[in-house]
């Protein structure tokens, strides 16, 4: 989560804020009225279906148009959803008590106009006809969570539907050498991350905002072959649960700092600048 920023002070949350600063105000954004729907079946997962005899809270979270509907895993498994989803819209909180959760969508949603909401855990779109019918920026990744276009090696497609507010990972699960670009999409505050394993990522990553943004998901990311340069900073981010980490195994000659702000960062070539904040 971003922090507060008052005229006295910073405020990072979670945090104890009591005494943090006299004067200072925090105001909470109002509550949105969400349809909510747990899933109750056996933890690793099963397909979603027509009689939907796993969800309590409804019998139907995706055709509801009754959205936008508040999907909430309790088992940390992996909830499948086959069928087409046509609600108004999906929030997803994939971390549990019982680890972490993941939502794949591989139906045809071209009737689903919403905006799919990521709190934690992993969202996977099995194709882009998963992406829904509305275009634009509809996939939004909170610090914590990774969004995962599935098997694709070029990820310009999910990039491109990822909000410019996220602060959570677009995630490789297979290794990939297409150039990804962040600056053109905005992303100013996402990161590159790996998903269900070791992805390495040859191509050439253009940073938004003079600053690398790498991990934040569960996974080990390597870059080899193309460096990161210029006069751009690097910020390594981790998970709320899980292990993520990023491998750097190439020399690099960006000039800028290098924040740690969760996870692993493996630095595989001697050369890489060590410059880190402060």
């Known amino acids: 989560m971003k922090p507060i920023t008052t005229a006295s002070c910073i405020v990072h949350l979670p945090a104890i804020i009591a005494l943090a600063c006299a004067g200072a105000a925090i105001i909470q954004p109002a509550a949105v009225a969400l349809t909510t729907y747990t899933w109750a079946g056996a933890p690793g997962g099963a397909t979603w279906d027509t009689t939907a005899t796993n969800w309590s809270g409804g019998t139907d979270p995706w055709n509801s148009t009754n959205g936008p509907n508040d999907i909430a895993s309790i088992n940390g498994g992996t909830i499948n959803v086959s069928g087409n989803v046509y609600a108004s819209g999906i929030l997803f909180t994939g971390v549990t008590q019982n680890g972490i959760s993941t939502l794949i969508l591989s139906g045809t949603n071209s009737s689903f ?10 969202l996977q779109f099995n194709s882009t006809s998963a992406f829904g019918g509305g275009g634009g920026d509809t996939v939004n990744v909170s610090a914590g ?14 990039v491109g539907r990822v909000t410019t507010t996220s602060t959570g990972a677009i995630a490789l699960n297979v290794n990939s050498s297409t150039a990804i670009d962040f600056n053109a999409a905005g992303l100013t505050a996402a990161s590159l991350g790996a998903s269900g394993g070791t992805r390495t990522y040859s191509g050439t990553l253009t940073p938004a905002g003079s600053t690398y943004r790498l991990g934040g998901a569960v996974g080990t990311l390597t870059l080899t072959t193309s460096p990161l340069a210029g006069d751009n900073s690097l910020v390594v981010n981790g998970t709320t649960a899980g292990t993520s980490a990023v491998d750097i195994a190439v020399a690099n000659t960006y000039t800028g700092t290098t924040t740690l702000n969760g996870g692993t960062l493996i630095l595989s070539v001697a050369e890489t600048p060590a410059r880190p904040a402060r």
């Open 145 to 158: 969570g990774a969004v995962v276009l599935n098997g694709a090696t070029d990820i310009s497609s999910l």
């Open 113 to 122: 106009l919403g905006t799919f909401t990521l709190t934690q855990g992993t």
